[in-house]
């Protein structure tokens, strides 16, 4: 049977992260969740939200902020290409993610997105004035993904 995308709440769509993310945690609100099934079982969810940050929150743009699956094939690049569909249904131009090195982009391609840049190892986000748990994601090269309209 085939992938079909379904409708999720966002603490649904959290408890999958938690369970199958491999280094983020959830995260703390989104636009839309959406999930995708095989055989009527649950098999990952996309969380999309406003872009974390500031600069590109131009009210134009959204963010895939997690994915997880269980590592059913194909399921991700659903996930991307169904947020996809929904953001510019919604009016949005322009849908962006990241990856970390390391991790192909295989699903973003095949969903249309396109690598725009490459973001250099930080520190992260503690600062002396706003002090911050360190996640797991310092010192960790990224790449910014695009889709848009």
Request: proline share 5%; glycine share 10%.
């Amino acid at each position: 049977m085939a992938l079909v995308i379904v409708p999720i709440s966002f603490a649904d769509a959290c408890a999958f992260v938690t369970e199958h993310h491999r280094h983020h945690t959830r995260p703390v609100g989104h636009k839309f969740s959406i999930g995708v099934a095989h055989d009527g079982q649950l098999v990952g969810v996309a969380i999309i939200g406003r872009p974390v940050a500031r600069r590109l929150q131009d009210g134009w743009t959204l963010e895939v902020t997690r994915t997880a699956t269980d590592g059913t094939r194909n399921a991700n690049s659903a996930l991307y290409g169904a947020a996809w569909r929904a953001a510019k249904a919604m009016g949005y131009r322009r849908l962006i993610t990241y990856t970390q090195i390391g991790e192909s982009g295989a699903s973003l391609r095949a969903a249309g997105f396109q690598l725009i840049a490459e973001r250099k190892p930080r520190p992260g986000w503690d600062r002396p004035s706003r002090p911050r748990d360190d996640l797991g994601t310092a010192y960790v090269q990224r790449y910014l993904w695009e889709v848009a309209a």
